[in-house]
């Protein structure tokens, strides 16, 4: 039965610098990473050395304590350094690429055969298991847990975030194979969640087997968090996977031509950009190739992923394994005097869900070139009601967030914690007039959480 | 400059001094570091600005009333027009209110930077609308000292202790009122605060003051308890004259308008009107509570009515919504957002609770002629216990789910 539920609560943050649906491809780039900071909690043990050569999906590293669950590089090439930080933690595994590369040659692997064991057996060889994440928690899968539900989200509500409609247009049959792969995953269902505010592309409408939901709504409505809580709730023991749209037509290309390829359309946003468009590129590569001759400003943030939840990188950083965009705002790293751009600035150039500045009552549908500035200085909570607002869930934000502050496990469970992701947080954190890192607060919570009871 | 201050300069010690007056001229260049890297163009200055904003037209009406019953009692004529004499009034307006801004301003401010240098935090915004709320609900005729031995209570005790901005778990501002309120009893309420030159003119023998009491239109309403009011001399007790007595002192008009007797920012319900219009227009103020506490404060004045008896509970509902402190605390001092309740349905029922034992203080409880403070205070010590519930309704909504599925 589909079921389309409208959501009240929200914001769409209006940033410039949105995609055209232009899409050019990329030259590969000379290096790339596979960053093992984009599994949270994971810890690598390196397979391939320093020095060694590797073949397209060749294991990079697996996971220390799951050893099924393996990384694989994106092409060939030849590990060029292990980049370390802190604590000598493996922050990148970085990969020289071969002049030559080939996409081509596997044979098809035919789903509709094979069972679910035999499915996620592939999955976790080939190194394509790390798409599918697990809610609750918010990492890497667990394979040996039962989901409930598979959840997919056809859609990105996110700031500047890549339209799905367009990136996996004419992409059905690796869509379909996809879903039909992660079908055998779970004894429940898989939900596809349609954007109830535009048409959809025929590669979602089309999908079979699955359950088709729509929901509409403001920004958090495409956070597949939201979905779930909406359409089929987590509770405690309960565990539930989702996979990225993209990440599912990348699964299904797997079946279909044996080969493992990690190429991926992604926006590239921002209002510091001269020409946002779409690229086609490569999980992990190093951005300068795809934003050489792009960025129109010196000081500028680069940020693998959305505003919200993006990571930020450098000129030359890499890709992020989840990240289908890359948005480029300005630092915010000057002073800004009280009356014209502070805090008793009239406000019409910034941006914001209160009332409490001009441009909330004159800036109609203007889209803000905003920068990385935190506006104000770090306060204890004092607004209330204002998290609510753009928190779609029957969750109460602020207070399951000071639960999460003072490690309060009882606390974070009664009040919803297996629900939720730190993204489903982000826009509570852009709103907070307290400028209080809510996104971190909630990981750590879901560590704390992870660590003692599961 | 800033070296000096920095970590390890030689004024290290006072860097939170320094950075709240430079935070207070430029937004600083701090930039995210940690999860969303774009922040909402609103912080805490924003916010508590526009509170002060909302009560400057409190802040004018009041220092205009306060100049014009000072003229009152100077000339000791109760007729005198309001609208005449402006300038004059303003200027005995000013005289009066502008050293209790600064003394609160002062005294406060001065604390809060002591506790700033020895926590090593700057400034935190909450006491910016505090001290200009503390001299409002003050009577105009309160000696300066006791605002600053009131304003340090009330930092002290009612905040610091707890950990400062948004850890209080009373209003402020109430907290200093409530401190003057049952340590200087005499000074805060009753016949003789109102007007500081009464008092010496009737202990000279003044004379044509008949009809003339100087207390509040509340300190009048609490006489009425003994069903009787002295009119030119005389004393009546019938419950109709009564009234009539009442409101030719006190026309509901007057009680709107503010052109009354009272606390220097709380007579005037339009101006109180006119801050709630900002808050709720900037979102500020939560429309709940302020909506909530006046329906409370009605319904239990149309309870009281129902009961009947003396004048007092006879007075219409809608008056009590105008006169004394009630819509200023309904307005300003209901809706901190700290001290009141948190969560959506909280709001409502805190609101409605204190709007109903306001109007409940003040009708039934002779010894207190103003219930809005109690009442306010009150609420603001259950409003976590109203939480609790609301929070706890979320966690059964939960586990149903979890017994059901």
Redesign the interface.
Not at chain 2, 24 to 38: D, M, S, Y
Not at chain 2, 163 to 167: A, N, R, S
């Given at each position: 039965m589909s079921k389309t539920v409208k959501l009240r609560k929200g914001l769409d943050i209006r940033l410039l610098g949105v995609a055209n649906k232009i899409k050019t491809v990329a030259a590969l780039p000379e290096t790339i990473a596979i960053k093992p900071t984009d599994f949270h909690g994971m810890v690598p043990k390196m397979v391939a050395k320093e020095g060694d050569h590797v073949r397209m999906g060749d294991v990079i590293f697996h996971d220390k304590y799951n050893e099924k669950i393996k990384y694989a590089s994106p092409a060939s090439g030849t590990v060029q350094s292990v980049v370390r930080g802190a604590k000598r933690k493996i922050m990148a595994v970085v990969i020289k690429l071969d002049a030559e590369q080939n996409f081509e040659g596997g044979t098809p692997i035919d789903v509709s055969s094979m069972s679910g064991d035999q499915v996620k057996e592939k999955l976790l060889a080939s190194g394509l298991w790390p798409f599918i994440k697990q809610r609750p928690i918010d990492i890497v899968a667990n394979p040996d847990n039962e989901p409930k539900a598979i959840f997919i989200s056809a859609f990105d509500s996110s700031p500047l975030a890549p339209d799905y409609d367009y990136v996996l247009h004419g992409r059905s049959k690796e869509f379909q194979a996809g879903l039909d792969a992660l079908t055998k995953l779970t004894s429940g269902k898989v939900h596809v969640t349609l954007n109830d505010n535009a048409p959809a592309d025929e590669t979602f409408t089309g999908a079979q087997g699955v359950e088709i939901n729509k929901i509409r709504g403001k920004h958090p409505a495409g956070n597949v968090g939201t979905q779930i809580h909406h359409f089929d709730p987590i509770n405690k023991g309960e565990f539930v996977w989702v996979v990225n749209a993209q990440d599912v037509a990348i699964i299904g290309r797997y079946f279909l031509t044996g080969v493992y390829n990690l190429k991926r359309k992604i926006a590239i946003t921002g209002s510091e950009l001269k020409d946002p468009h779409y690229v086609d590129t490569i999980i992990g590569a190093n951005v300068s190739v795809i934003l050489d001759g792009q960025i129109t400003t010196d000081n500028v943030r680069i940020i693998s992923g959305n505003v919200l939840t993006g990571e930020k990188i450098e000129n030359d950083g890499y890709l992020g394994f989840y990240d289908n965009q890359i948005t480029v705002i300005p630092e915010g790293d000057e002073l800004k005097f009280v009356m014209t751009k502070g805090w008793m600035s009239p406000g019409l150039d910034k941006f914001s869900n209160n009332r409490l500045l001009l441009s909330a009552w004159f800036g109609g549908n203007k889209r803000y070139r905003m920068d990385t500035n935190t506006n104000g200085e770090e306060r204890a909570f004092v607004i209330t009601g204002e998290l609510e607002k753009v928190f779609p869930f029957d969750i109460l934000p602020m207070q399951l967030t000071k639960a999460a502050i003072t490690d309060d496990i009882d606390g974070m469970e009664n009040l919803g914690i297996y629900e939720v992701a730190p993204e489903d947080f982000a826009l509570c954190e852009y709103v907070c007039t307290s400028k209080i890192n809510i996104q971190d607060k909630i990981r750590q919570g879901l560590d704390l959480i992870h660590k003692e009871c599961m | 400059m800033e070296p000096k201050f920095a970590k390890g300069g030689k004024l290290e010690k006072w860097n939170p001094v320094f950075e709240s007056f430079s935070?207070?001229?430029?937004?600083?260049?701090?930039?995210?570091?940690?999860?969303?890297?774009?922040?909402?163009?609103?912080?805490?200055?924003?916010?508590m600005?526009?509170v002060i904003i909302a009560l400057v037209p409190c802040l004018l009406f009041g220092i205009y009333n306060t100049g014009h019953w000072e003229m009152v009692a100077q000339y000791g004529n109760r007729d005198l027009p309001f609208w005449d004499h402006q300038w004059d009034k303003i200027w005995e307006g000013l005289k009066v209110v502008l050293p209790l801004v600064v003394v609160s301003y002062g005294v406060g401010l001065t604390i809060e930077f002591i506790f700033g240098i020895i926590k090593g935090h700057?400034l935190?915004?909450?006491f910016l609308v505090s001290g200009l709320l503390i001299p409002l609900i003050m009577p105009a005729d309160v000696p300066l000292w006791m605002v600053g031995v009131a304003t340090a209570f009330a930092v002290i005790i009612g905040k610091e202790i707890f950990?400062?901005?948004?850890?209080n778990i009373l209003n402020v501002a109430l907290t200093a009122r409530a401190f003057l309120f049952f340590g200087y009893p005499t000074s805060m309420s009753g016949d003789k605060v109102w007007m500081n030159t009464l008092g010496d003119r009737l202990a000279n023998g003044a004379e044509n003051l008949d009809g003339f009491s100087g207390a509040t239109a509340l300190g009048d309403l609490a006489t009425f308890m003994t069903d009787q009011a002295t009119v030119a001399g005389q004393v009546i007790t019938d419950k109709a004259a009564v009234m009539t007595a009442y409101t030719n002192n006190y026309s509901l008009m007057d009680s709107i308008i503010g052109n009354i007797p009272g606390s220097i920012g709380e007579t005037s319900m339009i101006a109180c009107l006119i801050g709630a219009l900002v808050l709720i227009?900037?979102?500020?103020g939560?429309f709940r509570i302020m909506a909530s506490f006046f329906a409370g404060g009605y319904i239990m004045g149309i309870l009281l009515n129902a009961l009947g008896g003396n004048a007092y509970l006879d007075l219409p509902a809608h008056f009590h919504l105008a006169i004394g402190g009630f819509a200023f605390g309904a307005v300003f001092m209901a809706t901190d957002?700290?001290t009141?309740a948190?969560?959506?349905t909280g709001?409502i029922i805190y609101g409605l609770l204190g709007g109903m034992i306001a109007i409940m203080i003040r009708v039934l409880n002779p010894a207190y002629p103003e219930g809005v403070m109690l009442a306010i205070l009150f609420m603001n010590v259950m409003a976590p216990i109203i939480d609790h519930y609301v929070?706890q309704a979320?966690?059964k909504?939960?586990l149903k789910?979890?017994k059901t599925?």
């Open positions: - | 935070t207070l001229a430029f937004t600083p260049a701090e930039v995210t570091k940690k999860g969303a890297h774009i922040r909402d163009g609103v912080d805490l200055k924003r916010t600005m526009t700057s935190h915004e909450g950990g400062g901005t948004g850890m227009a900037t979102g500020v939560s957002p700290v009141a948190q969560t959506a709001k929070v979320n966690i909504r939960r789910r979890l599925a």
